[in-house]
């Protein structure tokens, strides 16, 4: 029970600070589970492996929420989140026909749902933000490193503060017309 | 509310810096303009998504890397009771390769001895700035600098910020990186931090840190010590380390 504490802490520390070694350690043990759950359901050697980097994505993401704690065993939770992205995949690719081999038992489906979908949210914003021009782009992430006016001027080569102040409202005004403007909004906050 | 101050008003709003009657009245709003809900809303998201990009694409990066290595097709099995099995022809190609094999394997031990700098060469790659966690990076712009500095190659110009976090182990890694790749190199320095991490407390850090003093010394020509610890590494597991260690092992003569 302590040894299954320590593994979970350790792995989760090391995602959260993207630790190279301890991700191989994640991909030596575990990838062959999931290559399994893709490849007996469909799918191929290729969705295996973006099913593993979107799965400790979602992980990586729950990580930088300080409360976040494992009651399962790694391996559990890392396995439902791959199923369900692989399903939602394999929904996406209409293949009507998917017989599911499953082993495991599930646990965490709420939490893990609930990652999966602030994962989806997450991407599609990031889809919008990239759509906004350079310039806004890298403001707004000045600003969300905590540079400060002063300096954006300078980075940036602005006129002024009150201008850095100006641009900055109108990008964010910006990027929230293209969010909503998207027809996928609609579904996503429903 | 004045459309021009919207958004300004979202911002100063989401920061906690709307006090008295602005507070006020940016709430009774809130409360019945349902568009002002969203905005707000997204406002907040949004702002949470522009401040991981950075932070989830050097961990993106990472998993590319790894997934190109870790999931890969395995070889097809040959079955080897549908084969259809010529014994005699088979024997020959054997013995054939196993002559063939042979001749080719004492040409290469007689030209191709591995020398410790072809092998620093071909397996240094520098530690990822990407284990360095984001709440660092944040704080100090200095440090900051440092990690682009170092992201960019200029190793020399990332030396001083990355001394300012002593204590931190990842920092410390990249520091000693720094010192093997500046020209000249500081080898001795790398070889003295390297040491420190690998004989310190942090078991999660001391594999990596043992790999690279292995580097580093070879590029400092201490063959033995660096033999030593791949040897170390490549029992210790079957961690990336411990497979690089193997192959290095072997090439070495």
Redesign the interface.
């Known amino acids: 029970m302590l040894q299954k504490k320590r593994t979970n802490d350790?792995y989760i520390?090391?995602i959260?600070?993207?630790?190279?070694?301890?991700?191989?350690?994640i991909?030596?043990k575990y990838?062959q589970a999931i290559?399994k759950l893709v490849t007996d359901n469909n799918g191929t050697?290729d969705d295996?492996?973006d099913v593993?980097?979107e799965s400790?994505?979602v992980i990586?993401?729950k990580t930088?929420d300080e409360d976040f704690q494992l009651t399962s065993s790694f391996l559990t939770y890392f396995y439902a989140i791959a199923r369900n992205i692989w399903f939602k995949m394999l929904r996406k690719k209409r293949m009507s026909e998917v017989s599911i081999n499953e082993n495991l038992v599930l646990i965490e489906k709420s939490n893990v749902e609930a990652a999966i979908f602030k994962r989806e949210?997450?991407n599609f914003?990031?889809s919008k933000?990239k759509k906004l021009g350079g310039q806004c782009q890298q403001l707004?992430?000045y600003?969300?490193?905590?540079k400060k006016v002063k300096e954006i001027v300078q980075l940036m080569g602005f006129s002024s503060e009150g201008y850095v102040?100006k641009r900055k409202?109108?990008c964010?005004?910006q990027?929230?017309k293209i969010?909503?403007q998207d027809q996928n909004y609609q579904e996503l906050?429903m | 509310m004045d459309k021009n101050n919207r958004q300004e008003s979202i911002e100063l709003y989401l920061q906690g810096k709307l006090e008295g009657q602005s507070l006020h009245d940016f709430e009774q709003q809130l409360k019945v303009d349902k568009t002002l809900q969203e905005d707000v809303t997204i406002s907040k998201d949004v702002e949470e998504v522009i401040n991981e990009v950075e932070s989830e694409e050097l961990f993106k990066e990472n998993l590319l890397k790894l997934g190109g290595q870790y999931v890969v097709a395995q070889k097809p099995k040959t079955n080897a009771t549908s084969f259809p099995l010529n014994w005699g022809i088979i024997i020959l190609v054997v013995v054939v390769l196993a002559v063939v094999g042979y001749f080719f394997w004492q040409q290469q031990n007689i030209s191709n001895s591995v020398e410790p700098e072809q092998i620093f060469a071909s397996y240094y790659e520098p530690y990822p700035s990407s284990s360095i966690t984001r709440s660092n990076v944040d704080t100090d712009e200095a440090y900051q600098n440092a990690i682009k500095a170092y992201n960019n190659e200029k190793y020399s110009e990332a030396i001083e910020g990355l001394t300012t976090k002593p204590a931190d182990i990842p920092t410390q890694l990249l520091l000693s990186n720094c010192y093997l790749k500046v020209s000249p190199p500081e080898t001795q320095k790398a070889i003295e931090a390297l040491k420190s991490i690998a004989e310190g407390d942090s078991d999660l850090y001391s594999t990596t840190a043992n790999w690279y003093l292995a580097l580093a010394y070879l590029q400092n020509n201490q063959e033995n010590e660096a033999k030593a610890i791949f040897k170390d590494l490549s029992q210790n597991g079957s961690n990336r380390y411990a497979n690089l260690a193997k192959k290095i092992l072997a090439e070495w003569k």
């Open positions: 350790r520390q090391g959260r600070s993207n630790d190279t070694t301890i991700l191989e350690e991909y030596q990838s290559i050697i295996a492996r593993i980097q400790l994505i990586f993401k930088k949210k997450h914003y990031l933000f707004l992430e600003y969300t490193q905590g102040r409202f109108k964010k005004e990027l929230i969010i909503k906050i």
